[in-house]
């Protein structure tokens, strides 16, 4: 899976496009071309499913593990195929900050939008892809859209407070709720294959410029999600189908109460004895859309930090170990060579370092982390990474390096850097510099986001994990990647044997 390259964190939303969010049309084919242009052959991307303002348009918090994000569909591709007219997209739209996303104006387009399409898709008679795409896709979809039917009728209620015939998933109450809400449910399913057609459309010209692509898979789900919904046995739930325990993780040097996600834990015996199916099926998705995947808090496949769910903080808490080495050997019997990564960060302990090393998973180095202490072998400084690893100069939740540089380093931190990197840092070359020290690192992959490649500071950011609202909205301004940086970017991956 490894070899020596290079590539760029980047957002599907962050791309430049007049239709107030990044999607999957014009703009990312031209930076695909520019990744190509800059020997890049790594996009890593954000989790493609679909977000809600209700959880902070957050990408990790959806109602789907397996369905496509709809506000990333192309408005000028279905212009394209004809399912839109020119003129029903060519007006103001809701970009109005090109730097920034508006979740909410951004549905209300899109939705209106795809509402046409599907009327005009209808009309046309539906080709023989979409049959094959939903015969393909059966697995998940036809649970997904009814459920996401079943969300509009019952708008502002969790599926564990729907009435009990649908939330108990009775057979007969789900097939009156595919008849009355048909219309929807087909909507549903048509929205799923136009992201389908236009994200196998951007992986041909991903494939086409040498570029592979990097997905990133959170390890837990939402509670008000298809997945739950649909496969209750497999998540630790009570009679009334709510969690009895949540995610989380325990107390530590940053918070005194620990953090609790609430997301509903797996249930690892119910999935041992059937084969570990359900992450078969969620992988296997997840391999029909990316080269490789990084799997967000790889350590809860080890244990899982287990907190009550009436408990308000994750203080009273307990480590559960999950059957590891039964869970990998049985991925793979069915994934040759299991191509992941594992987010690695925070306090890892023996036992995950164990699973990391016995299968060969490559973990995660983070430049930003490695100046806060004077140690000469602190494991985020370059010359202590190991070969079979993933450096980045940062991640989504992180600051960028300039913002950190000028914003949240202390002045030893700043002369730690300066004196392993031998010159003057400034806010002006810090970016640079660190790009440099990762590409010149033995590790195997170097991946850099966006915005440190542009040099910007804490106004770019992507995510700040202890605040709720304000964040995924950063976007790439038009025009903002010219022929000049890619050669520069290019040059020194070259330097460094990366491309």
């Known amino acids: ?22 999607d999957m049309g014009p703009e990312a084919g031209r930076f695909i071309d520019w990744l190509a242009e800059a020997r890049q052959s790594l996009w890593q991307m954000l989790p493609l499913y679909p977000t809600d303002p209700a959880h902070g348009s957050s990408p990790y918090s959806s109602v789907s593990s397996f369905a496509g994000n709809p506000l990333l569909i192309s408005p000028d591709l279905l212009v394209e195929e004809g399912l839109l007219a020119r003129g029903e997209v060519a007006g103001p739209g809701p970009d109005h900050d090109p730097a920034r996303v508006d979740y909410p104006a951004v549905g209300t387009y899109k939705r209106g939008l795809l509402e046409r399409a ?47 015939e649908l939330r108990d998933r009775r057979e007969g109450a789900l097939a009156r709720a595919r008849a009355e809400l048909r219309d929807e449910v087909d909507r549903q399913r048509f929205v799923q294959f136009v992201f389908a057609e236009q994200w196998a459309r951007l992986r041909k010209r991903c494939g086409e410029r040498g570029v592979q692509v990097i997905g990133d898979l959170p390890i837990y789900v939402n509670h008000d999600s298809a997945e739950v919904w649909s496969h209750p046995e497999i998540f630790q739930l009570d009679a009334e189908r709510r969690p009895r325990v949540v995610s989380g993780v325990p107390p530590d040097y940053f918070s005194a109460t620990g953090q609790r996600w609430g997301n509903p834990l797996y249930d690892w015996r119910v999935l041992a004895d059937r084969g570990f199916d359900w992450w078969i099926e969620r992988l296997q998705r997840a391999f029909e859309l990316f080269d490789i995947i990084r799997i967000d808090h790889f350590r809860g496949l080890v244990a899982y930090w287990e907190v009550p769910a009436h408990e308000p903080t994750a203080v009273n808490g307990r480590w559960v170990e999950v059957p590891v080495a039964r869970f990998f050997d049985t991925l793979l019997t069915r994934f040759v060579g299991l191509p992941i990564l594992a987010e690695d960060l925070g306090l890892i302990t023996a036992d995950v370092r164990e699973t990391i090393e016995r299968y060969e998973v490559p973990g995660m180095k983070v430049l930003l982390f ?65 790009i440099r020290a990762g590409l010149a690192s033995v ?22 994990p202890a605040q709720g609202t304000g964040n995924w909205e950063w976007r790439l301004l038009p025009g903002a990647l010219p022929a000049a940086l890619a050669a520069d970017l290019g040059s020194l991956t070259r330097i460094y044997g990366r491309g």
């Open 443 to 464: 590790a195997d992959f170097f991946i850099a986001p966006l915005q440190d490649v542009l040099g910007l500071g804490p106004e770019a950011r992507m995510n700040r």
């Open 370 to 434: 490695a100046f806060s202490e004077d140690s000469p072998m602190h494991p985020y400084l370059p010359h202590t990474y190991p070969r079979r690893c993933v450096a980045y100069t940062g991640t989504h939740d992180n600051n960028t390096v300039r913002g950190w540089f000028e914003t949240e380093a202390r002045e030893e931190d700043r002369r730690r850097l300066a004196a392993y990197l031998g010159r003057d840092i400034t806010p002006a070359n810090v970016h640079w510099e660190m």
């Open 1 to 22: 899976m490894l070899r020596r390259s290079s590539g760029i964190l980047m957002a599907v939303s962050s791309l430049p496009s007049p239709h107030g969010i990044g």
């Open 118 to 164: 599907f009327r005009r898709f209808r009309e046309r008679g539906a080709p023989g892809e979409y049959e094959r795409f939903c015969g393909e896709q059966a697995v998940w979809l036809e649970d997904f859209a009814l459920f996401m039917a079943l969300k509009q009728r019952f708008q502002g209620r969790g599926w564990s407070e729907w009435p009990a």
